[in-house]
């Protein structure tokens, strides 16, 4: 395709049209943010702004309402985890009681925030529902190792997360009813 | 020469220096701001009062970097080019009338009657920093922003010098110092001869409508245009273009070294828009209360300061705000304007004023 | 595991066997009429999901097993299939093409369980087969309790790529399902979940017919069957972990690997057990350089399907405390750690300060053939005494040697000490250091001072050289010590008690420092020889092939994943 060029009028040459085009567009951009009229940025710290609904913050993990820790240590989300930012430490073959009803429950869940690019796909892939991507969005910290999140500061971050079905305990349940057959 | 000279013109430059140097930081500052506020952003404001203390913050930064020398560059050239870049802006200030006078004394550093001679030899001395800085990088980029800086510099330089020769052969009209001046004027330009830059100030102090600028508005037009093109700003930033060469003959800069070719840009803009002032503006002259002729006490002397600094600012922001607004010409567009453009108009110029100035005598 | 009946078994009995024309999905076959039976090995006719496998096209199935008698009980594995007519005379219908008249016969068979026949047209991806499947995997999902994200069979489940494949998404079962009991303690090695079994009786069939123990069976009935230890009985066999790997879904667990490691994070590398002379074939499992289990490796020469539960189990030492992991010289009583380049160049040098015969070298059984080799190489040069000890133990009816290493073979067949000469100049070495003839000793993984030598008598010596991988009291007394890797570190070969040359990979990185001995083994043959050798493990078994005669024609590529039988000296 040829694209016809346009001829320049005399006074377009001379350039001298544009470049006032151009520093009144400039002018009116000074202006309209020295008098505040537009405002497009924001004083971050002081200022925040209202996390949106869906916002992929930090990955936490959350206990239901009765306290448990819903993670069971399937090691999928470590799986799935595009940067390789989860590191599950499976809980070995001794029988745990406190993990109420569920024979499985993470030694350690370590989440590091540094590899972390907050894709969400751990929330899609658990089954669990036992983690999700929270609000929180300006995590620091003084060393690698701090940033390096363990299970215990995870599930104080995710707090509670209310569970409608509650699969483990009515399984229990069901398994207290039919004792008698066994 | 006394003792008592050499003691004020220490005085002065050290006065002076003081000034400039204030001035340099704060531009840098107000290029940040400005820049900022055309692209609706706020810009620095955490240091001091509205971000005021940067200029503090800056140096501090720029002092504490490392010095890293590349061991592959030419080391004495290598020290010697941001030296060479800063000195020359400097210099031309020598001859700039900032003021009129202060205590009796005139508010020049070097008096001299060559003054304008004298500013564009010092000018053509700024190519050297950027060429030996290129140079003694020993690598690629800077190679090629040194060469692209040796040849616009030279270019643009000799427009500019054909640019204000009309200016003085207005200015340079004995027939007005003669009869035209008060004698507050007369006692001031003592013993100066034509191309001294207070007598141009002078001639243009009896009304707005004596400013070269609209005497001489071609010739403000380009000497305007080869000011930006001699500073290295935007629209003619070719020797740095981050785009295409990382950061053009400095690329291999850095901490201190890099400051100075920086701080350098906005002495040689403060110097320009001086010249500017001086040449096409009416210097520190206002054509009304009283304040067109040297001043007879130390408020006005001030004052005349003052209007300097003020008409200095306006160069200034108007420097920033074309940085911000144009974007960079392309090589051979830059060579196009200069050599076929305005070099033929300044020559053009010359001639009709010439032709004027023969018809009304 | 793999569970395809492999050819070199049904091909050592084919010329005898009459072949027969069926079909299988359109695709016209020949199978041969019989089989041998697993358990017996006598021929028995060829089944259809035999008849399948034979040529690629895999039925479904839970229950069956090659290496197992036929139960038949899943009923995932059927299929439709079509029958030669006859008319009431008993003759053959044919079309009018002159081929034979195929009937579809009106009710599916199961493909584990009914015998092949002349003919017969097996429709294995037919729409009424897979429709049989979805409906079979939702009666086996009715009672189910799905906890696969807890669940350590979660990625090598037959339920769970059954389902995938065939099955449906949504249960329709709306009922209470039945709970029965999980985390039953079965024997030492193995927990039961019975809520996940799906009552294939795959681990019934194994511990009665394979490992000889009859301990398990189903109690209870209908939706109650479970799974269970006879009363009074211990399911504690040393081969109870093979039902584990048998066991199409999670419901037996080895204790060992129970939620330690989620399968699909496991790098498999093939291994040899090294736990005795029989060389079981193994998968070493890893994930970032640690060893989560070692499972058996289907070779139908050495240990078919299965291995015992000590050698799977014996694979712990590999990540002790213990292991050496820096090469260290002794100078007085000062211990100084040094790196491999100064230790090569320092021993070599030692070495030839010895006259002949003043040097004795000490090899071991866990050695690999082309370590044992260079050895010898080195040991020729300084014309010193061999040795190696017999390491005996007690052997059993199905897989465990009574020889506790796995290479003595190597030993033998390198010609490092000849067969059935094994710890007897130990006596002599012993006496030479007392007397003073013998002045330096290499050993390589022996511990003397267990052996029964005096610690005494190894101060005496002037250079004492030792190469192990776990400290003991004889790398304590050493001058140097050169850190060794285990064989799930380094690649290598053994040769099994029958004489079956093995090769196995490297699974895992060694400790620190730790080094496969053939490598600095080769840089001492080459600096005190001058002879050049191989720097690869494939150029250095090619060229000790070279020089064998057992192992002449033998290539590191032609051994094979499951390995090749070699002629032993003296056989």
Redesign the interface.
């Known amino acids: 395709m040829i694209v016809e060029r346009k001829e320049l009028s005399f006074l377009e040459k001379t350039y001298l049209p544009g470049i006032a085009q151009g520093i009144k567009i400039t002018a009116r951009h000074f202006f309209d943010t020295v008098s505040g009229r537009k405002k497009v940025t924001m004083q971050y710290p002081e200022e925040k702004w209202t996390v949106p609904e869906g916002y992929r913050g930090a990955p936490y993990l959350v206990k239901d309402q009765e306290g448990r820790t819903k993670c069971v240590s399937c090691q999928l989300c470590e799986f799935i985890c595009p940067p390789k930012a989860i590191k599950i430490t499976p809980p070995g073959p001794e029988v745990r009681d406190e993990l109420g009803g569920v024979e499985k429950g993470p030694e350690d869940f370590e989440i590091n925030m540094l590899r972390c690019i907050f894709c969400g796909l751990c929330q899609e892939v658990c089954p669990e529902e036992a983690i999700f991507l929270m609000k929180d969005y300006s995590l620091t910290g003084q060393s690698r190792e701090e940033m390096i999140y363990h299970k215990d500061k995870l599930l104080e971050l995710g707090g509670v997360h209310n569970d409608t079905i509650m699969k483990w305990k009515k399984k229990d349940e069901e398994a207290r009813q039919q004792a008698s057959f066994h | 020469m006394t003792l008592q000279d050499i003691l004020i013109a220490t005085a002065k430059i050290v006065a002076f220096v003081g000034l400039v140097l204030p001035m340099i930081a704060y531009s840098v500052v107000a290029e940040r701001r400005i820049s900022a506020a055309i692209q609706d952003r706020i810009g620095p404001n955490r240091v001091g009062p509205f971000g005021l203390l940067q200029p503090l913050a800056d140096g501090l930064k720029f002092l504490l970097k490392e010095d890293f020398t590349p061991n592959y560059v030419r080391k004495a050239y290598f020290w010697m080019a941001p030296a060479l870049t800063m000195i020359p802006s400097f210099v031309v200030f020598a001859v700039i009338p900032f003021g009129s006078s202060l205590f009796g004394e005139k508010m020049v550093i070097a008096d001299l009657n060559v003054g304008i001679l004298f500013t564009f030899a010092i000018v053509s001395l700024s190519v050297y920093g950027i060429v030996l800085a290129g140079y003694a990088s020993n690598s690629k980029y800077p190679f090629l922003g040194g060469i692209r800086s040796s040849a616009q510099m030279i270019s643009y330089e000799i427009a500019m010098g054909m640019s204000v020769i009309p200016v003085f052969m207005l200015t340079s009209d004995p027939q007005f110092y003669a009869t035209g001046l008060s004698e507050a004027w007369t006692t001031f330009l003592a013993g100066t001869a034509d191309l001294n830059l207070s007598r141009i100030i002078a001639y243009q102090s009896g009304s707005l409508f004596d400013w070269m600028i609209f005497k001489q508005p071609l010739a403000f037009l380009i000497f305007l245009v080869a000011a930006f093109a001699e500073t290295n700003r935007l629209p003619f930033d070719l020797p740095e273009s981050e785009t295409e060469l990382v950061a053009g003959y400095h690329t291999e800069y850095s901490s201190m070294k890099f400051a100075l070719f920086f701080l350098g840009e906005y002495a040689a803009m403060i110097a320009a828009s001086a010249l500017m002032v001086v040449l096409f503006l009416g210097g520190w002259t206002l054509p009304f209360w009283g304040l067109d002729e040297p001043a007879s006490n130390l408020f006005t002397g001030l004052l005349h300061i003052a209007i300097f600094i003020g008409k200095l600012g306006i160069f200034m922001v108007f420097f920033i705000w074309i940085r911000w607004t144009l974007p960079r010409f392309r090589y051979d567009q830059l060579m196009n304007l200069g050599w076929k453009r305005f070099l033929p108009l300044a020559l053009a110029n010359i001639i009709v004023t010439a032709v004027w100035l023969w018809f009304r005598s | 595991m793999a569970e395809t009946t492999t050819k070199d078994s049904s091909q050592a009995v084919q010329p005898q066997v009459e072949m027969v024309r069926i079909k299988i999905n359109g695709m016209e076959v020949e199978v041969p009429k019989t089989q041998p039976d697993p358990i017996t090995g006598k021929p028995v006719p060829t089944t259809m999901i035999q008849a399948c496998a034979m040529h690629g096209v895999d039925v479904p199935h839970y229950c069956y097993h090659p290496k197992l008698p036929v139960a038949g009980n899943c009923r995932m594995c059927l299929v439709e299939f079509g029958m030669p007519a006859v008319d009431r005379n008993r003759q053959p219908v044919l079309n009018d093409d002159g081929s034979p008249k195929i009937n579809k016969m009106p009710r599916p068979a199961i493909a584990c369980a009914t015998a092949i026949a002349p003919n017969m047209e097996i429709y294995a991806d037919s729409d009424g087969s897979k429709e049989m499947r979805k409906a079979v995997l939702e009666f086996l999902l009715i009672n189910h ?1 799905l906890d ?3 669940c350590d069979q ?1 990625g090598e489940c037959k339920l769970q790529e059954y389902s995938y494949e065939y099955g449906q998404a949504e249960s329709r079962f709306v009922e ?8 039953v303690d079965l024997g030492p090695r193995i ?1 039961l979940d019975d809520e996940r079994c799906i009552l294939c009786s795959r681990c019934i069939r194994f511990t009665r017919d394979i490992a000889g123990d009859d301990a398990l069976g189903f109690f209870n009935r209908g939706s ?1 069957n479970t799974l269970g230890a006879y009363p009074g009985k211990s399911f504690d066999n040393n081969y109870t972990l093979n039902t584990v790997d048998i066991c199409p879904v999670g419901a037996l667990t080895s ?8 399968a ?2 496991l790098k498999e590398t093939d291994s040899v057990c090294n736990s005795c002379g029989t060389g079981c074939n193994t998968i070493v499992s890893s994930r970032e350089e640690v060893i989560y289990r070692q499972e058996p490796r289907e070779n139908d020469a050495v240990n078919s399907s299965w291995m015992c539960d000590h050698g799977r189990l014996n694979y712990k030492w590999q990540a002790s405390d213990t292991r050496l992991d820096a090469v260290s010289a002794r100078r007085g009583d000062v211990r100084e750690v040094i790196d491999w380049p100064r230790v090569v160049d320092e021993l070599s040098g030692k070495l030839q300060s010895f006259a002949p015969g003043e040097v004795a070298f000490i090899a071991s059984g866990q050695m690999t053939t082309e370590e044992i080799f260079l050895f010898r190489r080195l040991a020729e040069k300084f014309g010193g005494l061999r040795e190696s000890f017999p390491n005996v133990g007690e052997g059993d009816h199905l897989l465990v040697s009574a020889d506790k290493d796995p290479n003595t073979n190597g030993l033998f067949i390198t010609g490092f000490t000849p067969a059935g000469e094994q710890g007897r100049n130990f006596q002599s070495i012993q006496d030479g250091i007392r007397n003073g003839s013998i002045k330096a000793l290499f050993v390589i993984r022996e511990d003397l001072i267990a052996r029964g030598m005096d610690a005494g008598l190894l101060e005496d010596l002037q250079l004492l050289v030792v190469s192990d991988i776990h400290r003991t009291p004889t790398t304590d007394a050493a001058h140097y010590i050169l850190p060794g890797c285990a064989h799930f570190e380094k690649r290598g070969t053994f040769i099994n008690v029958k004489g079956r040359l093995q090769k196995f990979m490297k699974a895992v990185e060694g400790p620190g420092a730790s080094r496969p001995e053939w490598e600095f083994l080769h840089e001492l043959v080459h600096q005190t020889t001058g002879q050049n050798g191989f720097s690869t493990i494939e150029g250095l078994f090619n060229q000790m092939a070279g020089e064998i005669p057992a192992l002449a024609g033998v290539t590191w590529a032609s051994i094979g994943d499951t390995g090749r039988s070699v002629e032993l000296p003296g056989a």
Do not use: L, T
């Open positions: 309790p696969c994200p807890i979660a209470a399902k039945v709970h029965k009991p999980k985390q927990m109650y204790k060992d690997f129970r939620f330690r490691m989620r699909w994070f």
